[in-house]
Each structure stands twice: as structure tokens, then as C-alpha cells.
């Protein structure tokens, strides 16, 4: 049983978060925390229920060599906050938006900002939404993600030996 768990999350949970979660389960299942993490996402509004993930998303994230086909897109609940230890929001917009859904206050220290909190040397500080722009726009996501994803499972490693 997984001791830890990870709820990656964006608006719709059709672009971002989807790609967070796939690189991060494909990155984590190279290391030795794959079968101690569980990881999920979820969208902060529920336009895309039951949705696949955008098909430019699934495609560049294809040519990077990450599967997304499996997730479906879920809006966040309030037993998200807590049945998961770490809620990584994709950008300030929905990091607020998590904030205001918390349903109790103790549970505000488990929301993070995934690239300000887990790669501050990047140079931007939010994982921006590529669902109007074109396949560059899903290539940079990819990018910074893996960058992100990088910085939260040496996170995780210091927490597991700790």
C-alpha cells in the first residue's frame, strides 16, 4: 500500500494535470519510491468529467515517450484533501482555487505550486495552460513538468528517508 500520495491538478484536468501525472507515474516507476506513492489528478472544475486528455496533449506527450491514454478527467472533492498528502496545483489560478475548497484549514499546508515549489530555477513559476495555443504549447508543458517532476520525487526521497 502506497504510504504517500500525490493529487496533480489543473481547471479542467484535460491538459496539465493529466501530463503531470502521467511523466510523474512514468518517472517515479524508475526509481524506488514507485510502489510507495500513489498519484492522481484532478481538475478544479468539472467541464471535462469522464473526458480523455486532450488529444495534442496525448500526442506530444506520446512523442516524449509518456502514456496518458489511461487517465479520465475527475473534478476535485473535498476527500481529496484528505485522503492526499501533497496537492500540486499547475498554476496560481488553481492553486487559489484549492484554497478555497480546502474543507478544513489544517489541510492548506498539503497545496503546492508544482514548478515555484519543486523547480524554483526555472524561470517561470506556473505550468502554463497550452489548451488554446498550439503543439508548442504542449511541448513547453511536457518540459517544464519533467523539470518539476524531477525536484518533487528527490522531495520525496528526503521524506521517505526522514
Known amino acids: 500500500m502506497p504510504k504517500f500520495s500525490v493529487l496533480f491538478v489543473c481547471l479542467g484536468n484535460i491538459c496539465r494535470s493529466p501530463t503531470a501525472e502521467g511523466i510523474f507515474k512514468h518517472k517515479l516507476a524508475q526509481t524506488e519510491l514507485n510502489e510507495l506513492i500513489f498519484v492522481d489528478s484532478a481538475g478544479t472544475s468539472a467541464h471535462h468529467v469522464g473526458e480523455s486528455p486532450d488529444q495534442r496533449a496525448q500526442e506530444e506527450a506520446k512523442k516524449a515517450g509518456y502514456d496518458l491514454s489511461f487517465i479520465r478527467s475527475r473534478q476535485v472533492r473535498d476527500v481529496d484533501f484528505h485522503e ?47 489548451y488554446y495555443g498550439g503543439a508548442q504549447g504542449f511541448v513547453e508543458v511536457i518540459q517544464l513538468i519533467e523539470a518539476a517532476s524531477d525536484g518533487l520525487i528527490e522531495e520525496l526521497r528526503r521524506i521517505h528517508r526522514g
Open 84 to 130: 492526499f498528502d501533497l496537492l500540486v496545483a499547475m498554476d496560481e489560478s488553481n492553486y487559489y482555487n484549492l484554497l478555497d475548497a480546502v474543507p478544513e484549514p489544517e489541510y492548506q499546508q498539503k497545496i503546492k505550486l508544482f514548478l515555484a515549489d519543486y523547480a524554483p530555477d526555472l524561470p517561470k513559476r506556473e505550468v502554463p495552460d497550452p
